[in-house]
């Protein structure tokens, strides 16, 4: 019998060891033809054992891992070009199929720490892939969806497979990374987590107009194919979170699921819900409706509850003891305001171009594109310049650009020229690409190594309440202005909020310590057992 143990850098999971050697020796299901397929197993083992074996492992996990994020996002903001002609084949309204946009982060805020808590009792790979796995399912649905409540449901779980996969491929990433060279990682994170969208938009927005959406979504098949072979072959079996120091794979709960805080993880659902929520609906309804209100009080009580029973929880899903950090709470707090006002102005900006100076849709969304360009491509240069420089300042200067773009907005007169609108969504674009890498470094590094899961989830769950809030406090501050909706008084005042936002990121940069490193930063981290 072939012994799948010699010579391999990584050893198989005691299931996928036993399955393998019972089906090599006939004893199996697959025992009589089904040689094959352990024999994949010994290709991929055999493959890996090559890639491990590269003393730049860490930047093969991120590339796989990027590969997925690819595959996953670049359709992300394209369904929103795509949506009067879904309206059209659906019988349905555009208003209606909004859901299509706001159940995904509503799934994602109910699911997100629940799954990244279990990647941190599970392992981060096994999550991935069931991530991808999720994906690919909420493709087809989309696809293939015949009415707009099964394509609404379809993107429901598309948040839920977005949560898993967020929390799971940036926890796998930030484990293979010293804590010195994480910026540089999630610098290249930020590359395609804003890229990618961008890339969608230009090759998205043809396809639906000549071929139609369905095509679009059809088409992602193959390249989340493509990223989960990558990924079995690439990303370790075993997470360097569950090694002990004897090198000896801590032992795995009998039961994970019963080792969730259940409690917990249903409170800090709610109050995400409830007030995501809130949120949404309030300026449609009113903020100072008795529905939102009500909501709203409901996000803030089930909030309350939630860290009540966190500090009296003997596994709480988020220990609290974090809170108590300063590079921990003030690099969220950088995270939330910049995305309010990034993603505030963001959505802002072309009905501005649209309403006030008369701008096609299509050139108003051509404009649109040199704010995540310019965050893409600005993203993995600033990881390198952060090394030199300290994250400290690196998100300071980032909002200090922010807001140098939103008071550019405030300024703009009845005949602005382009140049500065173009710089104005620059700066913008630049000081997302600047803070994103420090602030998710500088988080993660006060995390322990076996938390990165759940932690990882919490990072993108607070970029995501800012990007909402943002959206819709900017929106109704420009509808209830007293210049009158629409007006070009209106859209300053909306920027005027932006501007208060980017400066209480620049606050939150001051309190933030850069992370402490030698004469020179090392290329990996430490010697990882693949």
Not at 173 to 182: A, Y
Not at 317 to 325: E, N, T
Request: a neutral charge.
């Amino acid at each position: 019998m072939t012994d799948l143990r010699n010579n391999a850098s990584e050893p198989f999971d005691a299931d996928e060891l036993r399955e393998a050697e019972a089906l090599l020796g006939g004893t199996g299901s697959g025992g009589d033809g089904g040689i094959s397929v352990p024999y994949l197993m010994l290709f991929r083992h055999r493959a890996h054992s090559r890639v491990a074996g590269s003393d730049r492992y860490q930047w093969w996990v991120l590339w796989t891992v990027l590969a997925g994020l690819l595959s996953v996002n670049i359709t992300f903001t394209v369904f929103v070009v795509a949506l009067p002609q879904v309206a059209t084949e659906l019988h349905t309204t555009v208003s209606t199929l909004t859901w299509t946009s706001t159940a995904p982060l509503l799934a994602f805020g109910v699911a997100a720490p629940i799954l990244g808590k279990l990647g941190d009792l599970r392992g981060y790979r096994r999550l991935y892939l069931w991530g991808l796995s999720g994906a690919a399912i909420s493709v087809v649905l989309t696809a293939s969806a015949p009415t707009a409540s099964i394509l609404i449901a379809a993107r429901l779980f598309d948040g839920v497979q977005g949560a898993a996969t967020g929390a799971a491929s940036m926890a796998l990433v930030l484990q293979e990374f010293s804590h010195e060279d994480r910026v540089k990682a999630m610098g290249w994170w930020a590359l395609v987590g804003a890229g990618g969208p961008v890339l969608g938009v230009t090759i998205g927005a043809p396809i639906i107009q000549y071929y139609g959406w369905r095509v679009l979504f059809w088409g992602e098949l193959p390249l989340m194919a493509i990223a989960a072979v990558l990924a079995i072959i690439v990303l370790p079996a075993r997470d360097r979170s569950r090694l002990l120091p004897s090198g000896e794979e801590r032992p795995r709960e009998a039961h994970p699921w019963r080792q969730l805080d259940w409690l917990g993880s249903v409170s800090l659902a709610l109050s995400v819900t409830a007030g995501l929520l809130a949120l949404n609906l309030a300026p449609s309804w009113g903020f100072t409706s008795a529905r939102i209100v009500t909501i709203g009080v409901a996000s803030v009580a089930f909030g309350v509850w939630f860290v009540w029973h966190e500090q009296r929880c003997a596994r709480p899903l988020i220990p609290l003891r974090y809170f108590k950090k300063r590079n921990f709470v003030f690099p969220l707090g950088a995270r939330f305001f910049v995305n309010f006002a990034y993603m505030g102005g963001f959505f802002l900006f072309p009905v501005l171009m649209e309403r006030v100076y008369h701008y096609s849709e299509t050139s108003a969304g051509l404009l649109s594109t040199a704010r995540p360009l310019v965050f893409s491509l600005s993203a993995p240069v600033a990881g390198y310049v952060a090394i030199k420089v300290g994250e400290r300042w690196s998100v300071v200067v980032g909002s200090a650009c922010l807001a140098l773009s939103m008071v550019a907005f405030t300024f703009l007169g009845g005949d602005p020229v382009v140049a500065v609108i173009v710089v104005a969504l620059a700066l913008s674009g630049l000081a997302n690409g600047i803070t994103t890498p420090s602030t998710a470094a500088s988080a993660s590094n006060e995390v322990a190594s076996d938390e990165l899961g759940v932690m990882s989830a919490a990072q993108q769950l607070i970029t995501q309440i800012g990007v909402v809030a943002g959206i819709q406090v900017m929106v109704t501050v420009e509808a209830s202005s007293r210049g009158g909706a629409g007006s070009l008084a209106s859209f300053h005042d909306a920027y005027w909020v932006g501007v208060g936002a980017a400066l209480a990121a620049m606050v939150c940069g001051f309190f933030m310590r850069n992370t402490p490193r030698g004469e020179r930063a090392h290329g990996g981290g430490e010697p990882a057992v693949h």
